[in-house]
Structures are given as C-alpha cells and as structure tokens.
C-alpha cells in the first residue's frame, strides 16, 4: 500500500476531526484527487483559476449538478480547511439544481410496484420506507429495537446530518414486520445484510427498485426516494399539516421538532394503511 502524503494526511485528519462520514471522506479525497490528475500537480499548487477552469471541464463533459456539486463540497474544504485559505470557499460556486418535478406514485402503482419485489427483506425495507418517509440509508441502518411498538412510532437513529428523529409506527406497517420477523428472524439490524452482523446495502433495495419497475411495466423511473416523495404527497392529499410532513421527513428545524410531539407523529395516519397489500411473496 502506498504510503500517504502529509497533504493527504492532514485533509483526513481534518475530516476525521469534524465527523465527516467515510463515505464523504472517501467523496472527498477521490474529487480533489481528480482535480490533482487534470492539472498533474499537486492540489494545494493550484488556484481558484485553477478551479474554474476544471468546473468547466467538468460541465463540458455532461456532467450532473449532483456530482459536481460534491466535488465543489470537496474543494471547498480542501481549500478552507486543510490549506487553510478562508477566502477561496466562498468565491467556488455550487451549481444550480434544474427545477424539475419528482417522480409520484399512485396509491394503486405503490401496491402494484411493492408486490413486485419478488425478495422478501427487501419488500419489506421498501415497505419501510413508503410507510414511515425514510431514506434509503435510514431503512437500512434501522434495528430490531428501534421498532417502538408500545408507542407506535419508528426511531431513526442516523438520519440526515445524523440527526435522530421519531416517524410514526404504521398499524399495517406493525403487523408486516411482525410477519417478517417470524420468518426471517432479524437480530440485530432489521434488514441484515449477508453478513448478519452487518446492515443491507442500498445497492441491494435499489436493484430490487429496478427489478420490480421491469416486472410491472410501469413507465416511471422508480427509487426508493420515489417513495419517500410519495410518502409525503399522499400525506398532504389526505390533508396533514405540512408542518409535521416536514418532521416526518426531518426537514424541520430544531424549534419545529420541539413543537410537533410524538403524539402527534404517531397519531398521524401513515399512507400505508389506507392501502391494501400483500407483503410476502409467493413461496413464503
């Protein structure tokens, strides 16, 4: 393994230092890394010209706001935080996300799209998601333990910004986990992976994503996000206040959370019993 450069160190120390996940971390050293190869010189012998000149290229290759966009978050520390230049963030502008709608699912297209999820961990995650709004990284990282059913509500521990929060507990949603477990027998991470002591990779739900869109045929390009987004337009049809759709979702900010109880959150009616599925697949 080749041996770190004291550049190299000292930007992971500085992400280590600040909680930075290792995905982000590995986001971040992979984008200055490239930045570095364009030029053939060492990141910290490069200017904002510099930098200008490579988001350039980069739009010209067709490139999507997402993915420049994390590697202006990548430069933008790099720059501020480990060289240390505070007047140079700023100054590298992010790019604009296109206005465009987010694909919505039909109460009857999320019955007919969960049905077709032929594995039954995985019809049951995307169950989870569509039930209580969740990320696809929240689905995965949930735990046996995190299911509250004496209060009816779901803990998401690591949520965005790992910020924990409380969704509600779904009574249908209630009874197809109970039915899981029973057959798959969780112990630890509600949706394990291969290896048991380790979570299912989103990889895994979004391929399980594809695969039921090909099996039903339908023209919609469907996500797990697709179902968070369905999640909170049927909420807002059924007529929940925004204001609690935001914290389902945590949006909210701080002062929002402490105003919107867990009596409320439980209280609120998920989408997902207002549908009628069926969660385990043939041949369970």
């Not at 949706?191 to 989103?202: L, Y």
């Not at 994503?209 to 090909?214: D, G, I, L, N």
């Not at 337009?233 to 701080?254: C, F, K, M, P, Y």
């Amino acid at each position: 393994m080749a041996e770190l450069s004291p550049l190299r160190r000292r930007m992971i120390e500085d992400m280590t230092v600040r909680n930075l996940s290792p995905a982000t971390q590995r986001s971040y050293i992979n984008a200055v890394q490239k930045f570095s190869r364009y030029f053939d010189r060492s990141p910290d012998r490069l200017d904002l010209e510099d930098v200008h000149a490579f988001q350039v290229h980069l739009v010209s290759t067709g490139i999507s706001w997402a993915s420049l966009n994390r590697i202006v978050c990548a430069l933008r520390f790099f720059y501020g935080i480990t060289l240390g230049q505070n007047d140079v963030p700023e100054r590298i502008p992010y790019a604009r996300k296109p206005r465009t709608l987010p694909v919505i699912l039909s109460a009857d297209e999320v019955v007919q799209f969960l049905e077709a999820v032929s594995s039954l961990k995985a019809r049951v995650a995307l169950t989870c998601a569509y039930a209580a709004g969740l990320r696809v990284g929240e689905v995965c990282g949930l735990k046996v333990q995190d299911i509250d059913s004496s209060r009816m509500v779901i803990h998401v521990r690591h949520g965005k910004g790992s910020k924990a929060r409380y969704v509600m507990l779904s009574v249908e949603l209630l009874g197809i986990l109970r039915s899981y477990w029973r057959l798959a027998r969780p112990e630890s991470f509600l949706f394990p992976g291969r290896d048991p002591g380790k979570p299912i990779e989103p990889t895994v739900l979004n391929a399980a994503c594809r695969s039921a869109v090909t099996a039903t045929g339908l023209s919609k390009r469907v996500t797990v996000h697709t179902l968070r987004h369905s999640f909170a337009t049927h909420l807002l049809e059924n007529g929940t206040d925004i204001r609690i759709i935001q914290v389902l979702l945590g949006h909210a900010s701080t002062a929002h959370y402490t105003q919107v109880s867990n009596k409320t959150i439980c209280s609120t009616t998920s989408p997902l019993d207002r549908l009628r599925l069926e969660v385990t697949p043939p041949g369970y």
